[in-house]
T-cell receptor
Framework: AQKITQTQPGMFVQEKEAVTLDCTYD???????LFWYKQPSSGEMIFLIY??????QNATEGRYSLNFQKARKSANLVISASQLGDSAMYFC???????????????FGTGTLLAVQP | DAGVIQSPRHEVTEMGQEVTLRCKPI?????LFWYRQTMMRGLELLIY????????DSGMPEDRFSAKMPNASFSTLKIQPSEPRDSAVYFC????????????FGPGTRLTVL
C-alpha cells in the first residue's frame, strides 16, 4: 500500500535556527513525485517544494530544501534560518506516476506542527 | 496571476440542507481536484477532472455528494442533503497539464453542518 509517514506530530525550533521535518514514504512505483505543503493557522495549503524520484539533486527553494534519500525512502524537509512566520502545519505528500491509469492522487501524511519560538 | 479561488470561505448550514461549494481553477490548468480535510481522516481526494471530464470519483463518500465542471473555469461540489459528519474543510486544487504536475490549492471552504 502507498503511504506517507510523518512521525513528528509537533516540533519546536528557535528563531534563526534550522529545523528538519521527517517524512518517509512507501511505494512500489519506480516513478513518483514528492511534495511539501505548508498550512498556516489561516488554513490555506501552500506549495513549498517538489522532488521527482529521478532527480539526482536535492531540490531547494529559498530557505527550503528537500533531503531526498531514495534508498531509505525518505524526503525530509529542511528549513534554514527559521522565522516566526514558519509556524504552521507541514504536510509531506507523494504523487505516484501511474501513467497507465492516469491517476493524480496525492497521498498526504498526517502533518507536523512546527512552532518557531522567538 | 490569480490563484485558485473558492467560495464561500465559510458556510454554516443545518442538517438536510443543500450545500454548494464553488471553485475557479488557475487559468490554463487542465486538472481540477476536490479534497476534504478532517481531523479524523486528514486530507483525502474526493474527485478530480481532466479537461472538464471527471476522471476518478472513487473518493466521493456517497451519493449525497456530486461534482460538476461545466467549463474550464468553474466547478461545483454539491452536498444534498447535508449531514453533521460532512463538516470539514473542502479544498479545490488545480494543476497544469501533466500527471506529474504540482497541485496548487485554493484557500478552502470551511463547512459546518449543524
Amino acid at each position: 500500500a502507498q503511504k506517507i509517514t510523518q512521525t513528528q506530530p509537533g516540533m519546536f525550533v528557535q528563531e534563526k535556527e534550522a529545523v528538519t521535518l521527517d517524512c518517509t514514504y512507501d511505494t512500489s512505483d519506480q516513478s513518483y513525485g514528492l511534495f511539501w505543503y505548508k498550512q498556516p493557522s489561516s488554513g490555506e495549503m501552500i506549495f513549498l517544494i517538489y522532488q521527482g524520484s529521478y532527480d539526482e539533486q536535492n531540490a531547494t527553494e529559498g530557505r527550503y530544501s528537500l533531503n531526498f534519500q531514495k534508498a531509505r525512502k525518505s524526503a525530509n524537509l529542511v528549513i534554514s534560518a527559521s522565522q516566526l512566520g514558519d509556524s504552521a502545519m507541514y504536510f509531506c505528500a507523494m504523487l505516484p506516476w501511474d501513467y497507465g491509469g492516469a491517476t493524480n492522487k496525492l497521498i498526504f501524511g498526517t502533518g507536523t506542527l512546527l512552532a518557531v519560538q522567538p | 496571476d490569480a490563484g485558485v479561488i473558492q467560495s464561500p470561505r465559510h458556510e454554516v448550514t443545518e442538517m438536510g440542507q443543500e450545500v454548494t461549494l464553488r471553485c475557479k481553477p488557475i487559468s490554463g490548468h487542465d486538472y481540477l481536484f476536490w479534497y476534504r480535510q478532517t481531523m479524523m481522516r486528514g486530507l483525502e481526494l474526493l474527485i478530480y477532472f481532466n479537461n472538464n471530464v471527471p476522471i476518478d470519483d472513487s473518493g466521493m463518500p456517497e451519493d449525497r455528494f456530486s461534482a460538476k465542471m461545466p467549463n474550464a473555469s468553474f466547478s461545483t461540489l454539491k452536498i444534498q442533503p447535508s449531514e453533521p459528519r460532512d463538516s470539514a474543510v473542502y479544498f479545490c486544487a488545480s494543476s497544469p497539464d501533466r500527471v506529474t504536475d504540482t497541485q496548487y490549492f485554493g484557500p478552502g471552504t470551511r463547512l459546518t453542518v449543524l
